[in-house]
């Protein structure tokens, strides 16, 4: 089955923003980078932001999913945390890891068309880590103030690898985390 013309288009968008972030780009010139008009985009993303928030939430989604996968693995808490540590780090991914903190920066300033993102940003992935937790034996008091940890620690390690490039010194960082999920 293919994709509909509204998710090709969003594939092509999501393909051409990654490359050099949305910060600087009209409408107009991500519809020329996607092969398609501004008028198209407008039709099926009602605005800029609008088409920005579709990437973004797609990211996610995207990110969420191998997290599933991960979760249905063999392994400790450790391992799994390894693991996606590793699957997020991936170069190939750092264009769509900035546009996912350019749009965080663009919530943090209460842009309206951040809205479902600000909703979603830390409810999405919270269920998902308490259950992968509380799978692990993770008592249920503990799981989400542990989720929310695990959140937020693993994007402020992907920051600070995104801004400084210090890759052994970060992972060192990121394999300290794993082994204290073993040992909280």
């Known amino acids: ?91 190939s991914l750092a264009p769509a890891e900035r546009l996912f903190f350019e749009t965080y920066v663009q919530a943090l300033h209460g842009r309206s068309w951040t809205d479902g993102f600000r909703q979603s940003v830390i409810d999405a992935w919270e269920g998902p880590l308490i259950s992968l937790l509380a799978g692990h034996g993770v008592e249920p008091v503990h799981a989400r103030k542990l989720a929310r940890l695990a959140l937020a620690t693993t994007r402020g390690l992907l920051l600070d690898l995104l801004m400084t490039g210090e890759r052994e010194l970060v992972d060192e960082a990121a394999e300290l985390f794993s082994a204290l999920l073993t040992h909280p």
């Open 1 to 91: 089955m293919t994709d509909s013309p509204r998710a090709a288009l969003l594939n092509r968008c999501l393909a051409f923003v990654q490359e050099g972030g949305f910060g600087h780009l009209s409408l107009r010139e991500i519809a020329a980078g996607a092969g398609t008009s501004h008028r198209m985009l407008i039709y099926h993303f009602g605005s800029r932001e609008g088409l920005l928030a579709e990437i973004v939430g797609r990211i996610e989604a995207e990110q969420r999913l191998a997290l599933a996968d991960l979760a249905q693995q063999e392994g400790t808490l450790a391992d799994i945390s390894r693991v996606f540590w590793q699957r997020l780090t991936d170069p």
